[in-house]
């Protein structure tokens, strides 16, 4: 694990002279309010050791001469190191990832890194059609390695980190160069590489869209559909709260309450009844009942608004369109044994046919020519 600058430097130097590198990444976001890079896993071609270190690769499995020996390290994002050095020699590389879409996000807010160049190991799997495409299902396809299980929900920002979590976390990385190898190859058989050429960029350039938070609509978890009027209001005041006291203590919002617990406060509330959490502290109680409370006296005019919307029924010419662009998908994917949602999911089709002119920007090449759609 890396937590110095000499070791940093040596590191660096071998990106350098990479082609790629993978990279994996783990957070706290089970653990802390705001969550926030806590390692950084990479893999890098070769057989040498950064600093003397010797716990590092070959980690390929006999037989698969298309894989190439790996050195595997932990950066730790928290120690107390300057990591431009590292970030500028990744952003010159190109990127193998597993679901990309998760960790380029956490790069760009740990260490403000925008990729150039990605590969994106899911996405070169579900292009050759593979149904089973988690981490742990391709290394026991191509290598005939099981992945030990656990450690998932560990808090990732402790330290010092138990050798048991350092090991799960570099096995997120530790496989990626050669497999990438093996998917690779087959693409080129396939005559798809361009194809996944084609989804890694739209994977960065979707991962750079910062994503907009209606703050006035977030209280709305899962099920509060069903509530309206003075329930509605509750929640809102209740969810409030929990976010609140989740902040003062950075935890997790479900650390305070469930969601479905904040349904059943809004609704006992509403009906009168005053739920009674007994882990609450004497403070959090009354806290949560006056929130609660100050909610119930709000007049009619300052409660939620439904969100509900009528929608409008599509006209006959797109239904007509959606239904076309269904069919020419659906034959597509039994011809070339793809997931039909991978080539375009449902809703996309429907928007295509309600307006062509947005298909560009949802499609990338491979899709619209399976489509049939000119841009």
Request: aromatic share 6%; proline share 5%; net charge positive.
């Amino acid at each position: 694990m890396i937590t110095d600058a000499a070791r940093l430097v040596s590191l660096v130097q071998q990106i350098e002279s990479a082609d790629r590198v993978a990279v994996d990444t783990e957070a706290d976001s089970l653990h802390s309010y705001r969550e926030k890079l806590c390692l950084l896993q990479i893999s890098v071609p070769g057989t040498g050791a950064v600093g003397g270190v010797t716990d590092a690769g070959p980690h390929v499995s006999p037989g698969h001469e298309s894989a190439r020996a790996v050195c595997d390290y932990i950066v730790d994002p928290l120690a107390n190191i300057d990591l431009e050095p590292f970030r500028r020699a990744l952003e010159a590389k190109e990127i193998v990832l597993h679901g990309a879409d998760y960790d380029l996000r956490m790069l760009r807010r740990g260490l403000d890194f925008v990729a150039r160049r990605i590969l994106d190991t899911l996405i070169a799997a579900r292009l050759l059609g593979i149904r089973e495409f988690s981490l742990a299902a391709l290394v026991k396809r191509y290598f005939g390695l099981e992945l030990p299980k656990g450690s998932q929900r560990a808090n990732w920002a402790r330290r010092p980190l138990p050798a048991r979590m350092a090991e799960y976390a570099i096995n997120d990385a530790r496989y990626l160069l050669p497999l990438a190898e093996e998917l690779e190859a087959e693409l080129i058989r396939n005559c798809r590489i361009d194809w996944l050429r084609q989804s890694c960029q739209r994977a960065i350039e979707q991962a750079a869209v910062q994503r907009v938070r209606d703050e006035d609509e977030l209280w709305r978890v899962r099920g509060s559909g069903s509530l309206r009027g003075r329930q509605a209001a509750v929640l809102r005041a209740v969810w409030q709260w929990r976010e609140k006291e989740a902040k003062a203590i950075d935890r997790p919002p479900f650390h305070i309450l469930q969601n479905h617990e904040l349904l059943d406060a809004a609704v006992a509330f509403s009906a009168g009844d005053v739920p009674d959490y007994r882990h609450f502290s004497s403070r959090r109680r009354q806290a949560f009942r006056e929130a609660a409370q100050g909610a119930m006296q709000l007049p009619e005019s300052e409660w939620p608004v439904s969100r509900r919307r009528i929608g409008r029924r599509p006209d006959p010419e797109t239904v007509r369109g959606a239904d076309e662009l269904r069919r020419r998908r659906d034959q597509a994917a039994r011809q070339l044994n793809l997931d039909p949602a991978f080539i375009a999911p449902r809703s996309t089709l429907e928007a295509v046919a309600a307006n062509q002119m947005c298909a560009a920007s949802l499609l990338v090449p491979w899709q619209l020519e399976l489509l049939g759609i000119t841009a």
